[in-house]
């Protein structure tokens, strides 16, 4: 009995030390891989990056162009992808909240949310690029939006439901069309909600490279043109990692530093925020 | 607000708004079913040339000759499997060792940041894993790990040829074990939120019975847990198959079929990332397009049972609560 209590106590404790591993194990890659980035990165960083082109092989410059392209496709991916997303999402939780509709678009949505985003790549390729003839900025803002999508589907869903019903019972005996209980009480409501979910999308699509490489392709040069092939941050990091000329590794170092701080610094900071609100 | 007008007036407006607003919604709720229909059809569209062409071939040949116009996909298609299985190999159990940390042995004041930290792991974007394994950990591999590996397990019997190979660092057991990282935090949060689920009475009276902790997760955690621990696991399966940039660095872009994890291999969306831009032929780009298809169906298949194993537990939930 007693030898049976011990080899109990020692899986106990075995089990539990494996779990203690198993974290230690997480976190000292995350660590690994952020330290080997910033170090990697904050020695190549400097003042060119934000002021001349990227380079053909074997000289120095910088990522102006690739900054640029990301900005303007994030910016023009949030112009599409986050009122549509609102809207979906006020679908599900509140004008579709009971439908058959709504139940397979939550489903669905969730199964988007996962999907591989090279695929979303194609499809745009297809949708846009072939027709058009040629690559082009507009094309890897949308692949940036359809990636958003679900993502802001998602989080308006969850933040609407969150909205407790005696504010649209009270506002429904006010009289009030549903319109406008919708826009200017829910949303108002649920404002700080989709706002995170909307940030978090945001530090999503800025690191997505997939979806970017058969839509915006890249552009060594400047162009100020969404019409055309645009460069961007992650899309310069991969052609230059994978290339064999110092300088461009350098660079893609100096690329990968500033996505990552921008990526973990938004990821964090919504995360604080969103803890102290509750 | 125009607080004296006529109430019908009011409502009459307040009608006409109303539909406008529901058609708005519900059309944006449509645009989410249309995408994913529409990115299904027009990869089967766009593949059809290769199916065509190659018929059940595509999928059973490993012969990729761009110049001869062949494409068989099977070197790919095993390079997913195998790259994934690796992945969850690792993954499972280190994410399982997490969440039970983050419920029951952590102090209380460090869950927040360690869970925080855990899922940081998620956000960092793959490209950074890529550059990471290419520049920092296949070195490694190929300097500290592999050798060992080669020395230890590739002696063992029957397994042994999947361990002995050429210590080049790039590979499908590098790729294998960046993917496991990078899906850990994926299926510690879901089992994490399990965990934190089982009904406390149900913990309380197997402690009273005298269990140990490790049989409370054993016997009461993990069953009262199973259905979305599984669902779990499928959602890491479903982002390990489709996860491009991570895997194109540290694979090696090689179109042979090989026994050894230690041998460069090639997977569905690699090949997709690498050669795409390249395909100068119709039948090229089709066979590409045609591995999107698959691996689309099969993502979507994956995570569609993860979703129902997942929305399983939630809906008993809202019933004993």
Redesign the interface.
């Given at each position: 009995m007693p030898s049976r209590l011990i080899t109990?106590?020692i899986?106990?404790g075995?089990?539990?030390l494996?779990?203690?591993?198993?974290?230690l194990?997480?976190?000292f890659?995350?660590f690994?891989?952020?330290w080997?980035?910033l170090a990697?990165g904050f020695a190549a960083l400097n003042g060119k990056l934000f002021t001349e082109m990227t380079p053909p092989p074997g000289s120095e410059g910088g990522l102006l162009n690739a900054f640029y392209g990301s900005v303007m496709m994030i910016l023009l991916a949030l112009l599409i992808g986050t009122p549509?997303?609102i809207?979906?999402g006020?679908?599900?939780a509140?004008?579709?909240r009971y439908s058959r509709?709504?139940k397979?678009?939550s489903?669905?949505?969730?199964?988007?949310l996962?999907?591989?985003?090279?695929?979303?790549g194609?499809?745009v390729y297809?949708?846009l690029v072939l027709p058009a003839g040629h690559f082009s900025g507009y094309a890897g803002a949308l692949a940036l939006a359809?990636i958003l999508?679900?993502i802001v589907?998602r989080t308006s869903d969850e933040a609407l439901r969150l909205v407790p019903d005696q504010m649209r019972e009270a506002a429904f005996a006010l009289?009030?069309?549903?319109?406008?209980v919708?826009?200017r009480i829910l949303y108002k409501a649920a404002a700080t909600a989709i706002s995170t979910g909307v940030l978090l999308g945001i530090?999503?699509i800025?690191?997505?490279?997939?979806p970017l490489?058969?839509t915006a392709?890249g552009n060594q040069f400047w162009s100020a043109q969404l019409s055309q092939p645009l460069a961007s941050v992650?899309v310069v990091?991969?052609q230059y990692?994978?290339s064999p000329y110092d300088e461009w590794?350098t660079l893609?170092?100096a690329g990968?530093f500033i996505?990552?701080v921008f990526?973990?610094g938004l990821?964090?900071a919504v995360?604080l925020v969103a803890?102290r609100g509750k | 607000m125009t607080a004296y007008a006529p109430?019908e007036r009011?409502?009459s407006?307040?009608?006409t708004?109303?539909r406008?607003?529901?058609v708005?919604?519900?059309?944006?709720?449509?645009?989410?079913?249309i995408?994913?229909l529409?990115?299904a059809a027009?990869?089967a569209?766009?593949g059809r040339l290769a199916f065509q062409t190659f018929g059940l071939k595509f999928i059973t040949s490993s012969d990729w000759d761009a110049v001869g116009g062949q494409f068989g996909a099977l070197v790919p298609i095993y390079g997913t499997l195998v790259t994934s299985a690796i992945a969850l190999i690792i993954a499972v159990?280190?994410?399982?060792?997490?969440a039970?940390?983050?419920t029951?042995?952590?102090p209380r004041w460090t869950r927040?940041p360690?869970g925080?930290?855990?899922e940081?792991?998620a956000?960092?974007?793959?490209?950074?894993?890529?550059?990471?394994g290419?520049?920092?950990f296949a070195p490694v591999m190929a300097s500290d790990v592999e050798p060992w590996v080669n020395d230890h397990l590739g002696q063992w019997p029957i397994v042994g040829p999947l361990f002995s190979g050429p210590p080049i660092g790039i590979g499908m057991l590098t790729a294998g074990i960046v993917l496991g990282?990078m899906i850990?935090?994926f299926i510690?949060a879901v089992a994490r939120d399990v965990f934190n689920q089982v009904p406390p009475p149900l913990k309380e009276s197997a402690i009273a019975l005298g269990s140990?902790?490790?049989?409370v997760?054993?016997r009461v955690s993990l069953p009262y847990a199973r259905s979305a621990i599984i669902g779990a696991i499928f959602?890491g399966l479903?982002?390990a198959?489709?996860?491009?940039?991570a895997v194109?660095?540290v694979l090696g872009n090689a179109h042979d079929l090989s026994v050894s994890l230690l041998m460069p291999s090639n997977s569905i969306?690699a090949a997709?990332?690498n050669e795409?831009?390249e395909a100068d032929t119709d039948l090229y780009r089709s066979s590409l397009?045609a591995l999107?298809f698959l691996?689309?169906i099969v993502?979507?298949i994956v995570?569609?049972f993860a979703?129902l194993l997942l929305?399983r537990i939630n809906r008993t939930h809202g019933r004993t609560h």
């Open positions: 109990r106590r899986v106990d075995l089990a539990f494996f779990a203690s591993a198993a974290t194990f997480g976190l890659w995350l690994w891989i952020l080997t980035t990697h549509l997303g809207a979906a006020t679908y599900l509140e004008h579709g509709l709504a397979v678009v489903f669905l949505n969730d199964v988007l996962s999907a591989p985003s090279i695929v979303i194609l499809f297809e949708l359809l999508l679900p589907v009289g009030i069309p549903r319109w406008r919708t826009s530090a999503r800025a690191g997505e490279t997939a490489l058969f392709l992650p990091i991969f990692a994978m590794h893609a170092w990968a996505l990552t990526v973990l990821n964090l995360r803890r | 109430i009011t409502t407006r307040g009608a708004a109303d406008i607003f529901n708005v919604t519900v059309g944006a709720a449509w645009l989410v079913l995408v994913l529409g990115a027009s990869m569209w766009g159990p280190v994410s399982i060792g997490i039970l940390f983050l029951e042995i952590a927040g360690i925080i930290a855990i940081l792991l956000a960092i974007p793959s490209i950074i894993y890529g550059m990471w290419l520049f920092v990282i850990i935090p510690a140990t902790r490790w049989e997760l054993n959602l479903g982002r198959l489709g996860e491009t940039m194109t660095f969306a997709i990332a795409f831009t397009i999107a691996l689309f993502t979507v995570l569609s979703k929305m």
